[in-house]
């Protein structure tokens, strides 16, 4: 309430006043003339008065102006309108990993990645020209990942899922990026300490359907047989195993797996209204057994697995589950 309050007063103020009074509640001191100067552009130019307030707010000392700091740097605008939340992670991840191998600044808009992870990069203070991700059958052969010298001073617009040999490098730190904070931090790992209280082995299965069934054409559903036959063969061999399911279907899903008595976040307790989807991903990341669907979701919480020696993806190919290395394979649909 007291963020809307501030963020209220300050755009009912003129452009100079506003500036002012910013850098008074944010950062505890009067703007020095660079600033100002750098600011006031800004607005002339058109930027929005709120997006610069939300930066310097949630930013704080970490605002980079432009005119003091003279580095290349790379924005994406379309962060988080893009697909949902696994994409999000791809476009977020490939962004600051670029921007990483070429020691450039980042900016970015306000996204999900705020509250879950604790992002502070500043705001985008300046439209950029875009640049477009033109090949999403290999992104990793798009001209913008093999751009000689890279691109600089540009809006990247894409969904940049790489074949992850790219990120493979950058592997301890594209964790980095993901990891929870305040209250999604004690949310999830509380369900995570009371879901290994229940088994020593933790099998989980992400089950996509919803919007993959209106598209069937474009999006691969490997059917809950597939699934069960896993069980089937692999059940009795591991020690006191117990099943996760995550699903967007649990009323359909679930009763397919009865016998053996599926977990969900909800049975563990894991509400997070603000991003009802993050628990079922961080559990998935717990898990010591992964069977994925085709979709960047469980593919990327995979990536942030730590604990698991097993992953499985489906092959519409196969008819069944292949073994996959999230950190060097193809994040599409494998043949």
């Known amino acids: 309430m007291r963020f809307l309050n501030i963020m209220r007063r300050l755009l009912s103020l003129d452009d100079a006043d506003f500036i002012v009074e910013l850098y008074r509640e944010a950062l505890n001191r009067e703007p020095d003339y660079v600033g100002f100067e750098h600011h006031l552009r800004l607005l002339r130019a058109g930027a929005s008065k709120k997006d610069i307030a939300i930066g310097i707010l949630l930013g704080g000392e970490s605002v980079q102006l432009w005119t003091m700091n003279g580095s290349p740097v790379v924005t994406m605008s379309c962060l988080g309108h893009l697909g949902r939340f696994g994409n999000q992670l791809f ?29 502070r990069d500043p705001t985008i203070s300046i439209e950029l020209p875009q640049v477009f991700q033109t090949n999403y059958y290999d992104a990793s052969q798009d001209p913008v990942v093999l751009a000689d010298p890279p691109y600089r001073n540009v ?28 209250e999604a931090k004690a949310v999830v790992e509380r369900a995570a300490d009371q879901l290994r209280m229940l088994g020593r082995t933790v099998v989980a299965f992400h089950i996509r359907r919803t919007d993959y069934l209106l598209f069937p054409h474009v999006f691969f559903v490997p059917p809950n047989d597939w699934y069960k036959g896993w069980l089937h063969q692999h059940w009795h061999t591991l020690d006191q195993p117990v ?47 992964m069977l994925i669907s085709n979709s960047t979701f469980s593919f990327s919480a995979a990536m942030m697995n730590e604990r698991a020696t097993t992953f499985l993806r489906p092959s519409r190919y196969a008819g069944q589950f292949v ?13």
């Open 91 to 119: 476009e977020y991840s490939f962004l600051k990993i670029y921007a990483k191998r070429h020691g450039f600044r980042v900016e970015t808009p306000v996204w999900i990645g705020h509250y879950l992870f604790g992002h």
């Open 155 to 182: 809006d990247l617009f894409g969904c940049f899922q790489v074949h992850t040999s790219f990120h493979r490098p950058y592997r301890e730190y594209y964790r980095s990026l993901f990891q929870p904070v305040g």
């Open 243 to 289: 099943l996760f399911i995550a699903t967007d279907e649990p009323d359909t899903v679930l009763p397919d797996f009865a016998e053996y008595n599926p977990v969900t976040s909800e049975r563990l307790g894991a509400s997070l209204p603000v991003a009802p989807y993050y628990p079922d991903f961080y559990l998935l990341s717990q898990s010591d057994v």
């Open 323 to 335: 073994p996959f290395d999230p950190w060097d394979s193809a994040v599409g649909v494998v043949s």
